[in-house]
């Protein structure tokens, strides 16, 4: 099968996706498929792959002066394409990139598929809603409702979606996925040298944006809490500021607990991947997640998670990889208090959590499934549940 994905960037400050799609495309090449990936790339911009892949990358610049309209090169490279592939996969909304992306592929007469990465969920379809739906009523109903299917992370993201999704859209559940064998090579300890200060102390970590979605008041609100028993306790932040920061320092500041707080700004990834392994606790606790990547990780280097009900992923509580609860700053303290005080609870926690990383999130098992649901998208074949789960 040859399939054309397509996403607005892979700059790795947009989070999550950025690191998604090229573990996806590099999953489907080893599963058999023809793969490549269009992308857009301004100048000097980063990237979460290299030069070098498995897969043919194509980097298109956006139009000057812009960050988010296509130009003319990429709709003609597009037009000529198109045909060329059996599918098309389309990597988020209420982007002119994709937008027009879409309209190439429905003059084509191209099937294609929609990945939201969440932006079709309720919480995140509210942000600048007047807006969207003017665009919506232009130009993204029709990128929508042309798509051969949507393909969803988890049956909570499709749950939530459906308020601008038409009842017969076949729809694609299909989760991320993750390399088992993440922390290959990562040396324990090297996190903790890079930052002298947490020698010693009990690691709370989060990893992502600083974003206003991702409820970090909360996460505070619980350390405030948690130092009053356990002062060696350390929030560390990893990740870029995209608004949250100054708020979250003058509240730090306010509250004394400047010793207590660690923000790294971002960081390159392997050095994410050292902060993962020197973890004792990640935390999560977003207003609304389709599925976390930065979870994933947690999963895969064996850290205990500890989630709020809105990342919808209760799978970890099944699997005894974490606990989620309800979001109240004293329950969550009383909850991470009682695993980091449990060596025996928090030891069972890393086994599960990679075990549930290679068993229910590996990769390979993802890509079985995508192309599952690409013969679905193409009708093909039936959607059987096993595409779905």
Request: charged share 20%; proline share 7%.
């Amino acid at each position: 099968m040859r399939v054309l994905h397509i996403v607005p960037s892979l700059d790795p400050k947009y989070g999550g996706p950025s690191r998604v799609i090229p573990g996806l495309c590099q999953a489907l090449v080893e599963a058999g498929a023809q793969v490549e990936t269009w992308t857009f790339r301004g100048p000097g911009q980063p990237e979460t792959v290299g030069e070098h892949e498995d897969w043919p990358i194509r980097r298109f610049p956006p139009l000057p002066g812009t960050a988010g309209f296509p130009q003319l090169g990429f709709v003609r490279a597009l037009q000529s394409s198109a045909a060329d592939f059996d599918l098309v996969h389309l990597h988020a909304l209420w982007n002119p990139k994709i937008t027009v992306a879409a309209a190439v592929c429905r003059r084509a007469q191209v099937p294609y598929v929609i990945s939201p990465h969440g932006m079709l969920q309720t919480v995140s379809l509210s942000v600048k809603w007047p807006a969207k739906r003017v665009f919506y009523r232009a130009f993204e109903k029709a990128t929508i409702e042309g798509a051969s299917a949507i393909h969803f992370l988890t049956e909570h993201e499709a749950e939530e979606s459906t308020r601008l999704v038409p009842a017969s859209m076949r729809k694609l559940i299909v989760a991320n996925g993750i390399d088992p064998a993440l922390g290959r090579g990562v040396e324990p300890g090297a996190f903790r040298r890079d930052y002298p200060q947490l020698q010693g102390k009990r690691l709370l970590l989060f990893l992502g944006r600083l974003h206003w979605s991702k409820g970090l008041e909360l996460q505070l609100d619980m350390l405030s809490r948690l130092v009053r028993q356990m002062p060696e306790a350390v929030w560390v932040l990893v990740g870029p500021d995209v608004g949250e920061w100054s708020a979250l320092s003058r509240q730090i500041r306010q509250r004394r607990l400047e010793p207590n707080v660690v923000w790294t700004g971002p960081l390159p990834w392997q050095s994410c991947l050292e902060a993962l392994a020197d973890a004792d606790l990640f935390l999560l606790t977003s207003r609304h997640e389709a599925h976390s990547m930065a979870m994933n990780e947690a999963l895969g280097m064996g850290v205990p998670v500890l989630l709020t009900p809105t990342v919808r992923f209760n799978a970890v509580e099944e699997w005894g990889a974490g606990q989620v609860v309800e979001a109240d700053a004293e329950q969550f303290a009383r909850t991470a208090s009682a695993i980091l005080s449990d060596a025996g609870l928090a030891a069972k926690m890393r086994l599960s959590a990679k075990r549930m990383a290679a068993e229910l999130l590996a990769w390979p098992k993802v890509a079985e499934a995508m192309l599952r649901g690409y013969e679905a998208a193409l009708g093909r074949v039936a959607c059987v549940p096993a595409c779905a789960r």
